[in-house]
């Protein structure tokens, strides 16, 4: 079975971002284009996740909860995880190690998070769009040791990416990886990856262009516990891999 699959999309809680972009407009217009897997990684943060979790559930789609790290070398990357409470818990303490830059609210407007229905349940004071004090290396380990998925989110952009700040696609475990110019992916890797398109949202308009195809062969999308089956994302993953 081929699905659409959205893996990096931000919603109003993250800087820069259309105000329109709701968890439940998000899951309306996700449910609308037929997308069936998705995930919710706002900037430093997964504060809108319980949110986006109850919105996906209305709408039958099947959710990832986490967040896009920026980690102490300026390196964004997507943490997925399938279960709610540990992605809000490790993306919390995540938040915690950003630094104490408050957030301006006559240069952006306020950060905040809200219910399932849009309504505002809260601000967060540290500026999202800053880099946390921990490194990539120790974020790819704490955050496999809790059961995430770890893709550095467009590896080989001129910004916040591995070939921009590293110069290079260190050896590490990672489940994925996301490229703008995925041809471009083979000279640059020193293993095989997964290596699937940049698929950023930050206007809504933008949901329906940017999501990929992930044939999950004969696997359900759901565990028998509601959740996302991993056994299908890495089988539709891992067909998406390249060599160097």
């Not at 968890?23 to 919710?40: C, D, Q, S, T, Y």
């Amino acid at each position: 079975m081929t699905i659409k699959a959205q893996l990096h999309l931000h919603s109003n809680l993250s800087p820069w971002t259309d105000w329109a972009l709701s968890p439940k407009n998000i899951a309306h217009i996700l449910h609308e284009e037929g997308v069936r897997l998705a995930a919710l990684t706002d900037l430093n943060t997964a504060r809108n996740a319980p949110a986006f979790a109850k919105a996906c559930e209305e709408e039958g789609v099947a959710a990832f909860f986490g967040m896009e790290a920026q980690t102490a070398e300026e390196v964004r990357v997507l943490v997925l995880f399938r279960d709610l409470d540990i992605a809000v818990d490790f993306c919390d303490s995540w938040y915690e190690h950003l630094p104490h830059i408050k957030h301006s609210i006559e240069n952006y407007r306020e950060q905040y998070y809200v219910d399932e229905w849009g309504n505002m349940l809260g601000r967060l004071e540290y500026y999202l769009a800053s880099s946390a004090k921990i490194s990539l290396y120790e974020l790819e380990a704490r955050a496999h040791e809790k059961g995430a998925l770890v893709i550095p989110s467009h590896a080989d952009s001129v910004n916040f990416s591995l070939v921009n700040r590293l110069g290079t696609i260190p050896d590490l475990p990672f489940d994925a990886l996301e490229f703008n110019a995925r041809n471009s992916a083979n000279h640059l890797l020193q293993k095989s990856y997964p290596v699937i398109p940049s698929q950023e949202v930050n206007f809504c308009d933008e949901i329906e262009k940017s999501s990929f195809l992930l044939d999950i062969g004969n696997y359900p999308l759901f565990s028998h516990d509601g959740k996302v089956n991993l056994e299908a994302v890495f089988e539709g993953l891992a067909k998406w891999k390249v060599r160097p």
